[in-house]
């Protein structure tokens, strides 16, 4: 069953590092979210992007956040310089329509 | 904007009964509602979803749930409940028209008893 994958499983950086999480959407998903989840806290919403352009975004995703399609296949998001409040885990996530998303299993971010 | 509650943080049931996880939403239209499941050190995956049609609704192993809209509740219910069920539960509503911005609730954690 064809899934999101999302690379590294954890991740360490130093605050004030960029940092780059990777994601490879299921094949022909059109739709492509990013989520985050602070520990012990909801689960919410970052940012969405359709036909390589982002379609929504939330009062977190702010300046040092950007995502990118580079090549057709990953979804990379990144946070320019990272803070403390920045560690998380951060959910990818698509859809072929936009009522639907499959979310891959997260990539857990600390900053040291 | 829309708003999720899910009011029980834990719930314990034991192996065999039945279980019910309470959602209530807030959304000025007719919403998209989800349920996820997510286990220790896992995603987060998709048991079930309503976005129109018949209100109760089932989903993957064995769970449904019921839209009321005279309520703004769309409660997850099993008849009769495994071990491997214990993980979290996050309830989710969605805006008509899109998925953009989904909102979830805080989850609830279910344990199994024996």
């Known amino acids: 069953e064809p899934e999101v994958t999302q690379t590294p499983s954890h991740q360490v950086t130093q605050m004030g590092q960029e940092v780059i999480l990777r994601c490879v959407p299921i094949s022909n998903h059109l739709y492509f979210y990013w989520y985050r989840q602070i520990l012990g806290q909801k689960v919410e919403f970052l940012v969405s992007f359709y036909n390589n352009e982002i379609s929504e975004k939330s009062e977190i995703f702010d300046d040092q956040f950007s995502v990118e399609r580079p090549d057709g296949s990953n979804f990379t998001l990144k946070i320019r310089s990272t803070k403390l409040e920045d560690s998380a885990m951060y959910f990818c996530a698509s859809g072929v329509t936009n009522t639907e998303a499959f979310f891959g299993q997260g990539t857990r971010l600390t900053v040291v | 904007a829309q708003s999720v509650t899910q009011p029980d943080i834990h719930i314990t049931v034991s192996e065999g009964a039945s279980l019910e996880l309470r959602c209530n939403y807030s959304?000025?239209?007719?919403?998209?509602l989800f349920w996820y499941v997510q286990s220790p050190g896992q995603g987060l995956q998709l048991l079930l979803k309503y976005f129109s049609g018949d209100t109760l609704v089932q989903g993957i192993k064995g769970f449904e749930a019921e839209f009321k809209r005279s309520q703004s509740s769309f409660n997850l219910r099993k008849p009769s409940v495994h071990w491997s069920d214990a993980a979290e539960y996050f309830c989710a509503v969605g805006a008509q028209g899109g998925f953009q911005k989904l909102v979830f609730g805080t989850g609830t954690r279910l344990l199994v008893s024996p």
């Open positions: 959304y000025g239209a007719t919403p998209y």
